[in-house]
């Protein structure tokens, strides 16, 4: 990782950690889960320029500590002020809540309670339904099942990417269009 890389992974974790300490308000929702997805993109983005066995298992380990206190966070936003809702919160917050649960992988009953969440926010109209794929197909591969929906894929070898489990093609393909999700073959070509 370059000295730049490691200032602003340095910084990264400062302010999560500051954002951590703030007293957590309805008020400042959005701007919270904002301030905390966009700590998730930035450690993610490192990955890109990590190099070497221990730079990349740094990497790993500073996106695990976001990940956690992420998760920390969300829990608490989540038990004070319900999941985000588009005609109240607006379609970034929406997302932004969507991807810090997505991203809580160390908590798998967090994540099934969240995807209940999403569950109703979608039948309610207040959530979009690919983020119900995304997170669903994630559980269900926690789980050891085959997922859905053919969201999560698996690096094999540098921008060769192959599906993780999921049941009958056909019945994929109708779930995605169900849901609004290109075809199987048109993500994967997104995707690589």
């Not at 990782?1 to 007293?23: C, F, H, K």
């Amino acid at each position: 990782m370059s000295r730049a890389s490691s200032v602003v992974m340095i910084a990264l974790l400062a302010l999560v950690g500051s954002a951590i300490a703030e007293p957590l308000s309805c008020s400042g929702y959005q701007a919270a889960l904002r301030s905390m997805a966009t700590a998730d993109v930035a450690v993610r983005s490192q990955w890109s320029e990590a190099t070497g066995i221990a730079i990349r298992s740094r990497a790993v380990e500073l996106t695990e500590i976001v990940d956690r206190k992420n998760t920390d966070q969300l829990k608490q936003l989540l038990a004070r002020c319900g999941w985000p809702k588009l005609s109240v919160h607006g379609e970034q917050a929406v997302s932004d809540a969507w991807l810090l649960a997505q991203h809580a992988d160390k908590d798998l009953p967090f994540q099934e309670e969240v995807l209940g969440f999403i569950q109703l926010a979608v039948t309610q109209g207040e959530a979009p339904a690919d983020l119900l794929a995304f997170l669903s197909d994630r559980v269900a591969l926690a789980h050891g099942k085959p997922q859905l929906y053919g969201t999560q894929l698996q690096l094999h070898e540098p921008c060769r990417y192959e599906f993780r489990p999921f049941d009958d093609r056909s019945k994929v393909e109708a779930r995605r269009q169900a849901m609004g999700l290109s075809s199987l073959a048109e993500y994967k070509a997104l995707v690589e």
